[in-house]
């Protein structure tokens, strides 16, 4: 029901924009996000977006550099990476709720839980080289 494109190989300091689609009337009232893994390590938070839109969230590692989006007349979710490093590389996976409309104040505290995303795309390749 997730289904991640744009990765690629690009070099240092170039950018790139993933996609993620989502097939299912519910999905444009679900916050909505963005992990990464690296071969051997943890799936790690990158960004999360509310449902509406309003609200995003990044990891220390990206903020500045990546830009998380969303159409809901769309139902695809975007992240815009721009300055990347060889640090960027890893596998990024789109993910979302599965609470309709989850207000702000619990997407505060529980964005970058991997335990509140119920429905996860199947990862896209992001290769960065230096």
């Known amino acids: 029901q997730l289904q991640a494109s744009g990765g690629g190989l690009v070099q240092a300091g170039g950018s790139l924009r993933l996609s993620c689609a989502a097939s299912g009337r519910n999905f444009g009232t679900y916050a909505m996000a963005w992990f990464r893994q690296v071969p051997g390590k943890e799936r790690e938070f990158v960004a999360a977006i509310s449902w509406s839109g309003r609200d995003t969230f990044y990891s220390d590692s990206v903020k500045g550099r990546f830009t998380i989006s969303r159409d809901n007349t769309k139902i695809t979710l975007y992240l815009e990476m721009n300055n990347l490093t060889p640090e960027d590389t890893a596998v990024y996976y789109c993910?979302?709720?599965?609470?309709?409309?989850?207000?702000?104040?619990?997407?505060?505290?529980?964005?970058?839980?991997?335990?509140?995303?119920?429905?996860w795309g199947q990862g896209t390749q992001v290769t960065v080289s230096s």
């Open positions: 993910a979302a709720d599965g609470r309709p409309r989850r207000d702000w104040l619990s997407l505060r505290s529980t964005h970058y839980s991997q335990g509140i995303y119920n429905y």
